[in-house]
């Protein structure tokens, strides 16, 4: 997210020009347009910057090249091609209106459709001519929501930022709110060539919404009604899917799904161990949202649940087994409803906000340390109470006991890495900056990583399922480490990796310890020293291993 103000220089001092020009604007509307008040107003007005006068226009562009707005692009997105989306840019008139399409500014919403175009960002930036002091603009995944003050600039992006607008009556206050709409594509340097086709398939889309909304505004006909209750009913079921489900978790489940059918019980074995890396990759790293974290920790833990519940209801019933369990759910639910749903899912830990201790409410009075994991363990030991399920299931329950375990351990011990992928993706650069060494990396590393995967995959029965799991687990800590812009390739890795490593005529071992000792004598030959040659703690170790693959590729395309 993006946030500044324009009204000052970088020594804080006020730039009269910027005023000057801003209120401009602002006369347009009052005078030109016959604005004045959110009394007499009720709607949205949207005037496109080529329909602008002259001198607007030209007071649009010299906002819209701002240095300040171009600085914080780049400190954001760094080592990426800017560029406008002209079309897109608009003078925007509102007293938040809640009929017709005008409902969508109310109702949580993405404003664009290409959340799955790689490399694609699109950036909305709000720049406030005037303001409401009423009038917050909330982004849930952020847990931050703001009212913007006049010169102040609010940029987010366009495809996958859910946000929405909120009218509260804090203030007297019925100014209308006036903001000029800027935007920018924004597009890794390596992916620079798809700038042009972000921009047109963003513009286009642009123009067929603001068609249909404008259509269905105030909506009489039974045409524009039905236009209306379609553009609501999509954007509050787009927002849904993506804060309950999301496209990632979507292609996970649907490739495991093929795995599921094919032979249920030994593919939920693995499936039934993912939820515990999102809790791991969440505590020990603490970069994912909180809103992200929670879907996707409720998503797995209640479908690999709701598996084994599937595979205990197909034995006998045994009572003492089920009153056992139903004592450890009562306590494991106890605990969540004394935290709460974000103190429970680590708030405190993924925001830095201080959450109260509850050592007054059962079962925290009781002096059990974690009694929602101690709760946890009783409940599907309970279930191994069972003999019938016990006999046919008791692996896929043992490995949740045992990640329940590693998870206590993690949390009473407070365990965590501070160390984050940019400083080490920097502290790795200083070590690869002769280009035929990194692209001598690139290939080893490549090359090593498909033979890993390949060699640890064949040393199981279920030679397909070991990989699926590993390649998933790596797609979630890239997912909860890495920034966006690297996801995509680093995607595209894992893909080829499972489908190279269905060859078992490779020997991947040697194959393994070739691209080690290669990549070690590339070091030697181009006479650079090695990342290793700088550990100075455990975590160094950890890390420049778990990131080595998007490390070479960073340094590849920076």
Request: aromatic letters at 14%; proline letters at 2%.
């Amino acid at each position: 997210m993006l946030f500044i103000n324009l009204c000052t220089d970088e020594n804080n001092l006020v730039d009269e020009n910027m005023i000057e020009n801003i209120n401009k604007f602002k006369n347009y509307v009052t005078n030109e347009k016959q604005i004045k008040s959110c009394e007499d107003y009720k709607k949205t007005l949207h005037v496109f910057e080529y329909d602008l006068p002259e001198d607007l226009k030209n007071i649009f562009g010299e906002i819209k090249n701002n240095k300040k707005i171009m600085n914080k692009i780049n400190e954001i997105y760094p080592d990426h091609k800017i560029s406008h989306a002209n079309d897109m840019n608009e003078l925007y008139v509102s007293c938040v209106s809640k009929t017709g399409s005008d409902k969508v500014f109310v109702t949580r919403h993405v404003d664009g459709p290409y959340y799955l175009f790689p490399g694609c960002n699109l950036l909305r930036v709000l720049f406030v001519i005037d303001g409401n002091s009423n009038v917050y603009t909330i982004f849930p995944d952020d847990d931050n929501e703001i009212s913007l003050k006049k010169c102040e600039l609010l940029g987010f992006d366009y495809n996958r930022d859910i946000h929405y607008i909120e009218k509260r009556e804090e203030y007297k206050d019925n100014k209308i709110r006036i903001i000029l709409k800027l935007h920018y594509v924004v597009v890794p340097n390596y992916l620079s060539f798809i700038g042009n086709t972000c921009r047109i398939c963003n513009e286009k889309y642009n123009d067929v919404a603001r068609y249909n909304f404008n259509k269905s505004k105030n909506p009489v006909t039974f045409h524009e009604k039905f236009i209306s209750k379609l553009i609501n009913i999509t954007t509050k079921s787009y927002s849904m899917f993506l804060e309950n489900l999301g496209w990632e978790n979507l292609f996970v489940l649907l490739i495991w799904s093929t795995f599921i059918k094919k032979d249920f019980k030994r593919s939920s074995l693995y499936f039934c161990q993912i939820y515990f890396f999102i809790y791991y990759f969440a505590w020990i790293f603490r970069k994912v949202k909180l809103n992200h974290f929670i879907r996707d920790a409720l998503l797995f833990k209640n479908l690999s649940w709701a598996i084994i519940l599937k595979l205990y209801f197909e034995e006998k019933i045994n009572k003492k087994s089920i009153i056992v369990s139903i004592i450890g759910l009562y306590l494991a639910y106890s605990s969540y409803l004394s935290l709460g749903k974000e103190v429970t899912y680590f708030q405190k830990e993924l925001t830095n906000k201080e959450t109260k201790l509850v050592l007054n409410k059962f079962p925290y009075n009781l002096g059990l340390k974690s009694p929602m994991i101690i709760g946890n363990i009783i409940f599907l030991s309970g279930l191994l109470i069972n003999k019938d399920f016990r006999e046919s299931s008791k692996n896929i329950v043992l490995v949740q006991i045992a990640g329940y375990f590693i998870q206590m351990f993690l949390e009473d011990n407070n365990i965590y890495l501070e160390n984050d992928y940019k400083k080490t993706k920097d502290e790795f650069s200083l070590y690869h900056k002769n280009r035929y060494n990194i692209k001598a990396h690139f290939v080893t590393t490549i090359v090593g990583f498909i033979s890993l995967v390949g060699y640890t995959g064949n040393l199981s029965n279920s030679s397909d399922l070991l990989k699926c799991f590993i390649l998933t687990i790596i797609h979630i800590l890239n997912r909860y480490t890495l920034p966006n812009h690297q996801l995509f390739l680093n995607n595209c890795v894992l893909f080829l990796t499972y489908f190279v490593t269905k060859n078992k005529k490779f020997n991947y071992l040697s194959l393994l310890i070739i691209s080690i000792i290669l990549q070690e004598l590339s070091h030697y030959i181009y006479k650079e020293k090695t990342y290793i040659s700088s550990y100075n703690e455990p975590s160094k170790l950890i890390l420049h291993n778990l990131w080595l693959v998007p490390l070479v590729i960073n340094s590849n395309i920076e």
